[in-house]
């Protein structure tokens, strides 16, 4: 009798698991399906007739997604010459995200020219000064890094991101001792 309740309970347990594992592989199975119908829908759309900024700047984030970063920095373009005059703060968001997508392929200068432009148009904008600090460092730019890190602080004296990069460069830059 005990043998046969302790069973049950180990294939209670079991079964238990195994939903809450299946759970989750149909929810990323349905996420997935719904973002590649989403592609497919915008891809087959933008390429038969011109699209909207929005359009275009939704196809490039998701091919950024999909780490696919050429194709996503030929949407990012197409999305910033649709922009209207009106929409100067989304155009920080797409430049930020077309810096982005040259950084995937270490094109860092490129990267940081992109940047740049996100911060002439918003120059509070916390994640296109920790990506330019980021470029600035892949390119050994210390001390411009440091400098980004900090405005970054500046602004958003809790970011993580910005304190961590800031801590380890000010590491590197310090004198060792006895020097």
Known sequence: ME?????????????????VAAFFVVRQVLKTRRIEGTLSRLQSRLTKEK????????????LLDKKLYT?????????????????????????????????AQEQYDLAIRNYKEALKISPEYVTALNNLGHSYERKQLTSQALEMYETALSLEPKNTTSRR????????LAPAPGK
């Open 71 to 103: 194709q996503a920095a030929l949407y990012l373009q197409q999305a910033l010459k649709q922009l209207g005059d009106d929409e100067a703060e989304n155009a920080a968001v797409v430049y930020n995200a077309l810096g982005y997508s040259y950084f």
């Open 51 to 62: 699209g909207t900024a929005q359009e275009y700047y939704e196809l490039g984030s998701l």
């Open 3 to 19: 043998n046969s309740n302790l069973l049950l309970t180990y294939l209670a347990i079991l079964l238990a698991l195994l939903s």
């Open 165 to 172: 990069r800031a801590e380890s460069l000010k590491k590197r």
